[in-house]
């Protein structure tokens, strides 16, 4: 069976390329790329496709469904970044790739501690010798109640290291977890809001949860609330996000993600102007920890993403459950 990998990086992904291509039997074509309409006719000939944080849009997809591409396995969780619903009236599957969730579990974790220890400011001072104390004292986890929005695979492992810390822990879902009530407590969204002295984000995004935390979200918070999201820009409305930071509202931040990056994050663009304001805007403000989209990436994610999107299309291909379908 034949795949067709965009996005292909030779200096981390080709060594598992190669391990799980020979496992499953998979003739594997590559571009270094990303897909786009002009590189589409490169999938030719392969009725599936891996793809890794890269727009796919309906044109795309009517483009990739015209040469005969039966499934686009996504090399990652989320699946936001294409039109999902396009390609499923065009008889396209869609799999994504679930991975280890410990990764961005302990991303998140770092983002905290750093947020509520000052680490930026602290870093930073240290770079210039001034090893000063007013403006830096921090807040112990222990003594704060940690608000987790979203507890599937990925929310519950950052509430099993919350307990561990000793924090109280208060959930948000849709649908509740028998797990998760061993450490935490479910509430409903209002409360979680106006309860949390950290609220962290662990869900995908939909067109329900666009901009969850809003100007009304933000307002019901408490005075020096940290924010951390290591899920998706979008679910944040960046603007009300400024000017909570602005006013204090958002005592500090870590984030992850951000709206708009698709496209952006992944690729150096040093010598350019980049076509997003947020990013300098949020950087501008010293209690704000602002990273690339780097929490999923470790050894065994990488690991894991490209098994198991290769995975997806070996399933469907030999007419196998596929777990990883959307
Ligand atoms: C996901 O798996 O959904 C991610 O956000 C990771 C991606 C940047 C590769």
Redesign the pocket.
């Known amino acids: 069976m034949k795949v067709f990998a965009y996005s292909y990086r030779k200096f981390d992904e080709a060594p598992y390329f190669e391990k799980y291509c020979k496992e499953l039997g998979i003739e594997l074509g590559y571009t270094e790329e990303d897909p786009t309409l002009e590189n589409a006719h490169l999938a030719a000939g392969y009725p599936y496709i891996s793809i890794?944080?890269t727009r796919v849009d309906a044109a795309l997809v009517e483009e990739f469904a015209r040469l005969g591409v039966k499934m686009i396995s996504?090399?990652?969780?989320?699946?936001d970044h294409v039109d999902v619903k396009r390609a499923k009236e065009l008889g396209i599957r869609i799999s994504?790739?679930p991975?280890s969730s410990n990764c961005?579990a302990d991303y998140t974790l770092m983002l905290m501690l750093m947020s509520i220890r000052r680490m930026r400011q602290i870093l930073r001072r240290n770079e210039m010798n001034d090893f000063t104390l007013p403006g830096i004292q921090g807040m112990e986890m222990a003594n704060l109640t940690v608000g987790v929005l979203g507890t599937g695979k990925i929310g519950r492992t950052v509430i099993r290291d919350l307990h561990g810390f000793g924090s109280r822990v208060l959930a948000y879902d849709l649908y509740e977890n028998d797990e998760v009530k061993q450490y935490a407590t479910y509430v409903d969204l209002d409360t979680i809001l106006r309860q949390s002295d950290m609220l962290t984000l662990h869900m995908?995004l939909t067109d329900e949860n666009f901009h969850l935390l809003d100007r009304e979200a933000f307002a019901k918070m408490k005075d020096g609330v940290v924010l951390i999201n290591t899920?998706?820009g979008p679910l944040v409305d960046t603007n009300a996000l400024l000017d909570a930071l602005e006013s204090g509202k958002v005592g500090a931040a870590g984030l992850d993600?951000v709206e708009d990056e698709v496209g952006l994050?992944?690729h150096d663009w040093k010598n350019t102007v980049i076509h997003n304001r947020f990013i300098p805007l949020l950087r501008g403000f010293n209690n704000v920890i602002l990273t690339s989209?780097k929490?999923?990436?470790t050894d065994q994610s990488v690991s894991d993403?490209v098994r198991n999107s290769l995975l997806g299309c070996y399933n469907a291909e030999h007419g196998l459950p596929n777990p990883f379908e959307v």
């Open positions: 890794l944080l996504n090399r990652l969780i989320g699946v994504n790739a991975y961005v995908p899920a998706r993600v994050y992944h989209h929490a999923y990436y993403m």
